[in-house]
């Protein structure tokens, strides 16, 4: 019993760090998200060397490892005399992330839509844009959804990785928490449990959306 | 400068195909329980794959290589890495492996049982070879994953590229150059074998198509 209450007592400190978790993620995901769309739009543009640009930008956000992303922002940038703040940071690096993932989510989902969409609009004489506006991105939106909200707890969980440029999110308040109790094990648990209750339930809303969208599908 | 990255990729390179093998021949027990006769055996394979999945690998590494030192013999770095990515790798590739078991068509396993192979022949000369064909593009992409998701080694002071540029950026102030290489290194590995997945998955869908 005694055990038990101080893991509690563990598990309520270690979520004081919710909050900047939560910020960092919900800060990436406004600002990766549309950013997404754009790029996925553009890959599309008439320019070749703009595709290529775009290209190249996704590849290294995807491809790139999000903790080497973080170190080059906070870690790389003062080589050039650039002191950005942590968050700053790590707000950069998330979002270029994000983006480089959505983007191909979004890609893939504008690619599923029927081709007899595309037709049809065209038959109606709908413009370009209005087809794209009012006939491929809504359907192309309902397809995304599932991935994109899967994508959005992914980076949920990543915001561990902010530890390591002192941002004082659930991570850190964990390490903190361990070197001064060094009861490590019920400790990260407790950091465990704490991400858990969050993406667990999350992870059962994507899954069941999935199915409830999938079921309308064609 | 380079050189010292280069030393560490042979670390991460090592993490990586080290966790992988024994991910791959892990998940299958986590594919196996998954698919258990046993609801038991199937409701704690899933609830141990949810919870695996679903906490930040970083945690995972953590707890063992922090907490499990309280329990018993402290790990050295590169075996708690070891430790955690074998775990979490097994429960993604058999995930994978799953996705191929139930897109095998079932006339293989009826046409198995007809001419009276047992269940473990049916396994090993059936099931196995035609799965492993048509998961091997997920694999290598997961495989991509894993060496990207390795440098968080760095973090328990495993030595290798990303902790090296951390080094680098300590002794000289050269924090943009090293770890700019060092994301252009993971660039460099992850799309040659991006591109090789695409193909060769291509070329199992077509076959697929066929039959």
Known sequence: MQFFTTWLEYFREVSGGLGSAVQLAIISLTLGYPLALFLAILLDHKNRYLRWLTIIFVELGRGIPLLVLLYIFYQGLPQIDVVPSALTAAVIAFTWSTAGYATEIIRASINSVPPGQIEGANSIGLSPRDRFRFVVLPQAARIALPPLMGLAIVMFQLTSLAYVIAISEVMQAAYFLGTKTFDYLPVFVAAAAVYAVITIPAAILVASLEKRISRFAT | ?211
């Open chain 2, 1 to 211: 400068m380079f050189l010292i990255i280069l030393q560490g990729l042979a670390w991460t390179i090592a993490i990586t195909i080290v966790s992988f093998s024994f991910g791959a021949v892990l998940g299958i027990f986590i594919v196996a329980g998954r698919l258990s006769r046993f609801a038991l055996i199937r409701a704690i394979s899933r609830i141990a794959i949810e919870l695996i999945r679903n906490v930040p690998p970083l945690v995972w590494l953590f707890i063992v290589y922090f907490g499990v030192a309280e329990l018993g013999p402290k790990l050295s770095p590169f075996a708690a890495a070891i430790v955690t990515f074998s775990v979490i790798a097994s429960v993604y590739l058999g995930e994978i492996y799953r996705g191929g078991y139930a897109s095998l068509p079932k006339g293989q396993l009826e046409a198995a049982k007809s001419i009276g192979l047992n269940r473990a022949n049916i396994a090993l000369r059936i099931v196995i070879p035609q799965v492993f064909r048509t998961v091997s593009p997920s694999m290598v992409t997961y495989a991509i994953g894993l060496m990207k998701d390795s440098a968080l080694a760095s973090t328990i002071g495993v030595v290798e590229m990303t902790f090296r540029a951390n080094q680098i950026t300590q002794t000289t102030g050269q924090g943009l150059t090293a770890f700019t290489i060092v994301g252009l290194i993971y660039l460099l590995i992850s799309l040659p074998l991006g591109a090789w997945a695409r193909h060769v998955d291509q070329r199992v869908r077509e076959r697929y198509v066929v039959i």
